[in-house]
C-alpha cells in the first residue's frame, strides 16, 4: 500500500496551521477580514464550533502552492508575502480588532492571488474585489491588483478604492443582519446542516 508520505506532510503543515490559529478563531474581538466578505453567521458558528472549519482538500492545498510559488517571485520584486495587517475600532462601546493577511505587499502597493477551476465571464467576483479594498482602506493603499490564476488562464485586475467599505461591512457582522450575504454560499457552507437562516438551493 502506498506510503502517502507526501500527503502526509501536507496534511500535517495544514493542520498544524490551523491549530496555532485556534485560541485567535474564537477570540470575539477579533474580526477577520474575510469574516467581513462573506456571511456574518459563519463568523457566529465559527467561535462556537470551530473545529469544523478544518479542511483538507485537494483544490485548497493546490491553491497553497499556487500562493506559494507566486509569492516567492514576487519577493524579488521587492514585496512581503503574507502581510499581516490590524486595526482595532471602537464601534457602540466595543473595540474590536480587524485582522487581515494580504498575499502581497510593498509600500503603496499590494497584490491578491486567487486560484480557480477555470475562466468565466463573472470574473472578478464581487466578494473578492470587497476583500481587496478593505486590504486597501486598512494600509491606505491606492494601488492594487487582483489575479486569478488557473489551469488555462492568468487574468489579472487593478482595483480602485471607489468609497470606504469597512464600516458597513462591520457593522452588518456585528449586527448579524445579513443572511447569507451572497445566495451561492449556502452550497459550500460547512455550517449548513446547522444554520437556521440557510438558504435551500
Not at 456585528?174 to 451572497?182: D, E, G, K, T
Request: hydrophobic content about 35%; proline content about 6%.
Amino acid at each position: 500500500m502506498p506510503e502517502q508520505k507526501i500527503t502526509k506532510i501536507l496534511y500535517d503543515y495544514k493542520l498544524e496551521e490551523f491549530v496555532k490559529r485556534l485560541e485567535e478563531l474564537q477570540n470575539p474581538s477579533v474580526y477577520y477580514v474575510s469574516d467581513l466578505i462573506y456571511c456574518p453567521w459563519k463568523r457566529y458558528f465559527r467561535l462556537r464550533f470551530p473545529y469544523l472549519t478544518f479542511t483538507f482538500e485537494p483544490l485548497a492545498v493546490m491553491g497553497e502552492l499556487v500562493h506559494r510559488g507566486l509569492q516567492g517571485i514576487l519577493v524579488e520584486k521587492g514585496f512581503q508575502p503574507e502581510y499581516e495587517v490590524s486595526r482595532t475600532i471602537r464601534v457602540n462601546n466595543e473595540e474590536v480588532i480587524i485582522k487581515g493577511r494580504i498575499d502581497a505587499y510593498k509600500p503603496g502597493e499590494l497584490v491578491e492571488i486567487k486560484t480557480s477551476r477555470g475562466y468565466t465571464d463573472s470574473l472578478p467576483y464581487p466578494h473578492h474585489l470587497l476583500q481587496v479594498k478593505l486590504y486597501m482602506e486598512l494600509t491606505n493603499v491606492e494601488k492594487a491588483t487582483l489575479i486569478y490564476v488557473s489551469s488555462d488562464k492568468i487574468i489579472e485586475y487593478d482595483v480602485k478604492l471607489d468609497e470606504p467599505v469597512l464600516e458597513k461591512l462591520l457593522q452588518e457582522t456585528m449586527n448579524l443582519s445579513v443572511a447569507p450575504r451572497w445566495d451561492w454560499e449556502c452550497r459550500s457552507c460547512v455550517f449548513y446542516k446547522i444554520c437556521p437562516h440557510r438558504i435551500n438551493k
